[in-house]
């Protein structure tokens, strides 16, 4: 059995290794999994990358790195350029983009780009090809765009549109370490446009997806899927932007806000409860909570005003500028001239994603304000939204004011303060997102060491 997985970003070329791995971890049918991606210069250096057994994007998952190598030696997977593989696909996953923008300060959502995606495929295509979109999308999309843009093609070809099944079956991975078991070991929503859709649906998320612990959950239709995965992302969002306003309280007051939410999360209907941090990054949940307001009057023409959604993207996008304003206030409101160094670019502890991370904000307006940036990640090789340098060894402190730490990556956890240091003594040290041990923080305590942190007390 073929299966073409349609994009090769960071859940797409996962999803290829996932797939190519079924019949050892779950004794299937044996898969051969080709990995589609457009033919531009970065397309390109992914298919090479997976056709030497690399993986294509930066990742500390180590079984994830040895397993694309392993898949590639076995000849289960391999990467192409070249539409013309679909015509071969009993199945294909769809992993595109489906981008939200904004254009002339209005919101809308590029289905025509999303659209083309689905076209490549249609037009080679075999009656009876089971489509999986795992893409974040719209409720109604499976129908009214990959349904409908299939039937078209398959009018033109002659083909029975009887034919046609889809379903949507959304990707729920965690970057960093166990990003591959994020994948193979989670719950799954699936849904079909029809039973034959599902029922097959079910049948391929079985062979790979270990559904034994991780049971599937299926929905009555496609739009109840597409609508989770914005559902579920907004929920986290909306979190994230309630517990950001209970932080700017508990600072000013003196209060170790993590110590409450830890007495509330003994609360069994309370563990969900976010605790405070730097800001919120990456591609799903600075978009997503405004897809299904976007969506239901792009594709329903529903005008419906998402006020908690919308509220919650601009809390979040903002979480910054409250690290920046405690670190004016430690410097007599006059940042001019003042060097920080940013410990952590990417948006995630231990990955190298950069998009849509907090850090850029917070780097832009430290500029606006006259402070000299200087910024370590020792996972992020470039930082493509900002095109600055990026130190690989943690620098010392001597030239500088201040050290933020905003990513919680493991080698911040691991410095000992007792040997890193500065003699300047109004040099502050600003944890703003929990990536300090409390041991660390009692160090540069009883050092005498200025050190302010989000969340916890003074």
Not at 37 to 55: A, C, L, P
Not at 164 to 189: A, F, M, Q
Not at 305 to 311: I, L
Request: proline share 3%; net charge positive; hydrophobic share 35%.
């Amino acid at each position: 059995m073929i299966i073409c997985v349609q994009g090769l970003g960071y859940v797409g070329s996962a999803m290829c290794v996932a797939i190519s791995l079924a019949k050892k971890k779950f004794k299937s049918k044996k898969f051969k999994v080709i990995g589609v991606e457009q033919s531009t210069d970065r397309g390109k250096e992914i298919v090479s990358k997976i056709n030497k057994g690399i993986f294509p994007f930066a990742s500390n998952d180590n079984n994830l790195k040895h397993l694309t190598k392993k898949v590639h030696n076995t000849e289960t997977l391999e990467a192409t350029c070249s539409q013309s593989v679909y015509k071969k696909a009993n199945i294909i996953v769809v992993s595109i983009n489906c981008d939200l923008n904004k254009i002339n300060g209005k919101y809308k959502i590029n289905l025509v780009d999303f659209k083309k995606g689905i076209e490549q495929f249609a037009k080679k295509i075999n009656e009876d090809t089971l489509i999986v979109v795992e893409s974040t999308i719209p409720p109604g999309t499976c129908k009214k765009v990959v349904y409908n843009t299939i039937k078209k093609i398959f009018t033109k070809r002659k083909l029975n549109t009887k034919n046609i099944h889809i379903c949507h079956s959304y990707e729920r991975v965690t970057p960093g370490k166990n990003y591959l078991n994020s994948i193979t070991d989670n719950w799954r929503v699936y849904a079909g446009i029809n039973k034959k859709s599902s029922d097959r649906c079910k049948n391929f998320l079985n062979k790979f997806i270990n559904t034994k612990k991780y049971p599937l959950t299926r929905l009555q239709n496609t739009e109840s899927s597409e609508l989770s995965k914005l559902m579920e992302n907004s929920f986290r969002a909306v979190n994230i932007a309630f517990v950001e306003e209970w932080s700017e309280l508990s600072a000013k007051l003196n209060i170790n806000l993590f110590d409450v939410i830890d007495g509330i999360k003994k609360r069994p209907t309370h563990k969900n409860l976010k605790d405070p941090g730097f800001g919120v990054g990456g591609y799903c949940l600075a978009k997503d909570p405004l897809m299904a307001m976007v969506g239901a009057k792009q594709l329903w023409g529903i005008n419906q005003d998402f006020p908690f959604s919308k509220m919650a993207i601009q809390k979040n996008y903002s979480m910054p500028l409250t690290t920046i304003k405690r670190i004016k206030t430690f410097f007599n409101n006059n940042l001019r001239g003042v060097k920080v160094l940013l410990l952590g670019v990417s948006y995630k502890e231990d990955i190298a994603d950069t998009r849509n991370s907090p850090s850029e904000l917070f780097v832009r307006k430290m500029k606006s304000l006259g402070a000299k940036i200087e910024l370590h990640d020792h996972i992020v090789k470039s930082w493509e939204e900002t095109k600055l340098k990026i130190h690989k060894k943690i620098p010392a402190l001597t030239n500088f004011d201040a050290a933020v730490f905003v990513v919680r990556h493991n080698e911040y956890q691991n410095i000992n303060f007792k040997k890193w240091k500065s003699k300047k003594k109004n040099f502050l040290f600003f944890d703003a997102n929990k990536v300090l041990s409390n041991k660390q923080i009692k160090v540069l305590k009883d050092l005498n060491k200025n050190i302010i942190s989000i969340g916890r007390q003074r």
